[in-house]
């Protein structure tokens, strides 16, 4: 378990939630508790579904008479990046398995030709991508388009139908998470604000403008420049090294005892400098997969569970450390190549293009 396993975990053994990481997650971990405590169970599930989804990818190309691609879009799973996190308890984990699981759904429910186990392959695929949904707010960019093509064709008949079925399939995701974390009572944390004081950051560093609200700093933009990474907010949590006068505290406080509305700052930012807004989000896309950079950020896998109260470890073994040995130096050195084309996220890209391909052309026949 790393920090926010452990965080999870705690909520877990008290029954009592918060939404700074999924409710979803923890009341389903917690339900997974008669299993056996610990997060055991919680990584079962995960591997479960990453894995499922990739055979039943893998098991669609078969059918599909491209071996080849199915055994490349296998292999995919084993590739560093990913195979190393699958180890770890987290909501990244959790998310990729659904959204893997529900993809193969949706490729067999075209491949079938009985109506009820159609309608069963589908019901499940929607109902994975709402648990995606759930797990991260963002994910509805990923679930909006396998809905339209899991939901019938009726949904999907003429262009006022797909626009429609769009705007609702996107409503139904983005409501998804807090509908769930105001059925399980959980404490609200502002984590939303984790997003925005970033996209300010970002705006803020490249237009020279500060975008942040009057926090009694003197120079807000060299301030900013100092706390600002494009790779993660993190600089401006509570938890970094070093704190950030314009960080997450401080804008929390102007919320809560002075009614700042941040949203409202937020979005006139993103209006008044859409290319900085541009630039600074396709940066942190950039960076994050390793897209067109040389090198993307440091490869970070876990082999130990972090100290916590109930004594959960991972008894060190040859097998284990010689497989994250493995993981990190091979991740690590294909980071490096600079010809991005062999890079994992680029390799499974084309994969899940040609992929995808193939499924427009079973649905379309």
């Not at 093509?149 to 998470?177: C, D, Q, S």
């Not at 020279?208 to 926090?215: A, E, L, Y």
Request: glycine residues 6%; contains cysteine.
């Amino acid at each position: 378990m790393i920090d926010d396993a452990r965080w999870q975990y705690q909520q877990v053994v008290d029954n009592s939630f918060e939404d700074w990481h999924p409710p979803l997650m923890a009341w389903i971990w917690r339900r997974l508790m008669f299993l056996q405590p610990g997060p055991a169970p919680m990584l079962i599930l995960q591997l479960l579904l990453y894995w499922i989804g990739f055979v039943l990818i893998a098991g669609w190309l078969y059918r599909r008479g491209h071996p080849r691609l199915g055994i490349a879009v296998a292999c995919a799973g084993w590739l560093p990046a990913a195979f190393a996190l699958t180890g770890t308890v987290t909501k990244d984990a959790l998310l990729a398995g659904l959204l893997l699981s529900a993809t193969g759904l949706v490729l067999w429910q075209k491949l079938v030709r009985s109506p009820p186990l159609r309608i069963a392959l589908g019901t499940g695929a929607i109902v994975a991508m709402l648990a995606a949904a759930a797990v991260r707010f963002n994910a509805f960019l990923a679930c909006v388009p396998l809905a339209l093509v899991a939901l019938p064709a009726a949904f999907t008949r003429t262009k006022t139908r797909v626009l429609l079925t769009t705007v609702m399939a996107t409503g139904a995701f983005i409501a998804i998470g807090p509908a769930i974390a105001a059925l399980v009572q959980a404490e609200k944390t502002d984590v939303q604000l984790s997003l925005m004081i970033f996209d300010l950051g970002g705006i803020t560093e490249r237009t020279g403008v500060s975008q942040f609200p009057d926090m009694g700093v003197a120079n807000a933009v060299a301030v900013n420049h100092r706390c600002y990474d494009p790779t993660e907010w993190d600089s401006y949590s509570d938890w970094a090294k070093t704190p950030c006068p314009i960080g997450f505290d401080r804008m929390e406080r102007l919320v809560d005892d002075e009614g700042l509305n941040v949203k409202k700052l937020w979005i006139h930012a993103i209006v008044s400098h859409p290319v900085a807004y541009a630039e600074h989000r396709l940066t942190h896309f950039n960076i994050s997969t390793w897209f067109l950079v040389s090198k993307g950020p440091d490869f970070t896998a876990w082999s130990q569970s972090v100290p916590n109260p109930w004594g959960f470890h991972v008894r060190q073994n040859q097998v284990l450390s010689t497989v994250s040995a493995i993981s990190v130096a091979t991740a690590s050195a294909i980071a490096a190549i600079p010809n991005t084309a062999c890079q994992p996220p680029t390799l499974v890209g084309r994969a899940s293009a040609r992929a995808a391909a193939l499924g427009r052309r079973v649905s379309g026949g």
